[in-house]
């Protein structure tokens, strides 16, 4: 038996806080919650925490502050980057905030949404529309991830272009912080500047500063109308020209444009069942590009159109299919959001989730591809995402013949040759998954002196006794 779980004294204090259906124990449950969606990481805990209130929260903090216990935050356990696994060390707990799923409040009036940390991004969407409204953020993992792990990774997704990243979508937070301390912060105000914004230290800090228990959310006017179609491109920088067309166009009406290639809509095809190709086959870039208005008769269908026959005039689109119903854009953006699973089922992949100024995204597409197929010969580059944000998911899928250790034990080498490349074009090494446990070594060579020291004397100041979440983030 491991050492943490001979003695029964945290494990009884726990349970006095959080009663018999907030703690678990047995090896068969905490299993499902040791492991990432990845599969990269297995640590080991002696117990999930389930609170149900921000008070439990915090009485399992304080109590974890006492007797130098780690704690581990998650939400829907989807991180790409290993932040929500432990380590393979004793005295470790995972505190799940699941059951802390509530929406507190939704006020149409000043267009907010206060809920709870746990909340399932679907559900917080669903509850927005059913109010009339939207909360825009959007994402591939929205039936898992939940709200706290969204802001706790500043997730970006699909509809940042248009509406900004998690962190533009919070007005203010609940805190519990690493001694149990409260920061009631949940203040609905649009302008608010009373001091340091420390509602923003806890967003993109990966669970390593504190416990996002609720948050006040921006709630948009609803999409009364849509224009979705999926085109055939012929390279990347056709791609990039049709960006601009549709931003020249109206700006305001796209929410999202994303880019896929060739080889990715090729493992959609192979592996989820059900997928379709609304185009010619063949094609070798693709992007998805979705126009919304809040106001019926925007004439986006006309937009849609216009703007795609001027780019075939001009040899920027070979191809292309306008979704003619709910049914058929929900199709095209299966294939998109369809990408992470298929490529996951074709077999080992490492990811790059870079960004570069939206100017540079052909080249960096085109240069990474090329220096990933020199240096693992076979293996097969996956470029695919949110193009207009100049973040692009360069992936890259094993060769076929080749064993899955083999492939991934060059991981690092794969990382390094696409972060050399993001560096000339001065991007970033992760643009939205966030650092994690996958990225800390890379953070002294990317935000080394004066911005990691920063870095570190705020985990000092707020976590001196580092229990939140080490490991992650800070090398
Ligand atoms: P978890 O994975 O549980 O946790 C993420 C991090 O936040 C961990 O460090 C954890 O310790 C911490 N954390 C969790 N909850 C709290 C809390 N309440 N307080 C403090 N810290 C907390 N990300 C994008 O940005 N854009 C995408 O398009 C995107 N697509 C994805 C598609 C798929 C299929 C998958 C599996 C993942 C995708 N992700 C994407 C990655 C992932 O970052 C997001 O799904 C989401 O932000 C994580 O939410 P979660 O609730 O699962 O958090
Ligand atoms: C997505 O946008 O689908 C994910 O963030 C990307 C990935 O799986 O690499
Ligand atoms: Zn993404």
Same mark, same amino acid.
């Given at each position: 038996m491991p050492d943490d779980l001979r003695s029964p004294g945290p494990l009884d204090a726990f349970r006095r806080i959080l009663g018999p259906n907030g703690i678990l124990t047995a090896e068969s449950d905490l299993e499902p919650y040791l492991a990432d969606w990845?599969g990269?990481y297995r640590g080991r805990a002696m117990a999930l925490l389930r609170p149900a209130s921000?008070?439990e929260v915090?009485a399992c903090v304080?109590l974890c502050?006492?007797q130098?216990i780690t704690i581990i935050p998650q939400g829907g356990n989807t991180s790409?980057?290993g932040?929500a696994t432990p380590e393979a060390k004793p005295n470790q707990v995972i505190l799940s905030l699941a059951r802390m799923n509530?929406?507190? @409040? !939704? ?11 746990g ?8 509850? /927005?529309? $059913? ?13 898992s991830?939940m ?31 690493? $001694? ?30 504190? !416990? ?9 006017? =609803? ?25 020249? =166009? ?15 809509? %090729?493992?959609?095809?192979?592996? !989820? ?24 008769? =925007? ?11 001027? /780019? ?108 050399? !490349?993001?560096?000339?074009? %001065? ?8 650092? %994690? ?10 935000? %080394?002196?004066? @911005? ?17 979440n ?6």
């Amino acid at each position: 038996m491991p050492d943490d779980l001979r003695s029964p004294g945290p494990l009884d204090a726990f349970r006095r806080i959080l009663g018999p259906n907030g703690i678990l124990t047995a090896e068969s449950d905490l299993e499902p919650y040791l492991a990432d969606w990845r599969g990269l990481y297995r640590g080991r805990a002696m117990a999930l925490l389930r609170p149900a209130s921000t008070e439990e929260v915090s009485a399992c903090v304080r109590l974890c502050a006492e007797q130098g216990i780690t704690i581990i935050p998650q939400g829907g356990n989807t991180s790409m980057v290993g932040g929500a696994t432990p380590e393979a060390k004793p005295n470790q707990v995972i505190l799940s905030l699941a059951r802390m799923n509530r929406v507190r @409040e !939704i006020d149409t009036a000043d267009m907010t949404m206060t809920v709870e940390a746990g909340l399932i991004l679907q559900k917080a969407q669903q509850v /927005a529309a $059913d109010h009339g409204t939207l909360f825009p953020l959007s994402l591939g993992a929205e039936g898992s991830a939940m709200i706290g792990g969204l802001l706790s990774t500043n997730a970006g997704g699909n509809t940042t272009v248009r509406y900004g990243n998690a962190r533009e979508l919070m007005l203010g937070l609940e805190v519990v912080l690493p $001694d149990g301390g409260v920061i009631n912060g949940l203040r609905r105000l649009r302008k608010d500047n009373t001091g340091y914004a420390l509602r923003h230290l806890f967003v993109g800090a990966e669970g390593t500063l504190g !416990i996002i228990t609720a948050a006040v959310l921006r709630l948009f006017p =609803a999409a009364k109308e849509t224009a979705t179609a999926l085109c055939a491109v012929p390279s990347e920088d056709a791609a990039l020209a049709l960006f601009r067309r549709f931003r020249a =166009a109206d700006e305001g009406a796209v929410r999202a444009f994303e880019y896929m290639s060739g080889i990715g809509m %090729g493992l959609v095809m192979d592996n !989820i069942e059900g997928a379709t190709l609304p185009v010619a086959p063949g094609f070798e870039h693709f992007v998805l590009v979705d126009l919304s208005a809040s106001r019926e008769g =925007a004439g986006l269908r006309n937009l849609l159109e216009q703007v795609l026959e001027a /780019a075939m005039e001009a040899g920027e689109v070979l191809d292309a299919a306008l979704a003619e119903s709910e049914a058929q854009r929900a199709a095209i953006w299966r294939l998109r959001e369809e990408h992470p699973e298929a490529q996951k089922r074709a077999g080992a992949s490492v990811k790059n989730d870079v960004s570069v100024p939206v100017s540079s995204v052909p080249e960096l597409i085109r240069r990474s591809s090329a220096e990933l197929v020199k240096l693992i010969p076979g293996s097969r580059p996956v470029p695919f995402g949110h193009m207009g944000d100049g973040n692009i998911h360069m992936n890259l899928e094993q060769p076929p013949e080749m064993p899955a250790a083999d492939f991934l034990a060059r991981a690092h080498d794969i990382m390094d040759c696409v972060n050399a !490349i993001v560096r000339e074009l %001065g991007g970033s090494f992760s643009a939205e998954h966030g650092v %994690g446990r996958l990225k800390t070594d890379m953070m002294e060579a990317w935000r %080394g002196g004066a @911005e990691l020291a920063a870095m570190q004397a705020i985990k000092a100041a707020l976590d001196p006794k580092g229990i939140m979440n080490p490991g992650k983030v800070l090398p």
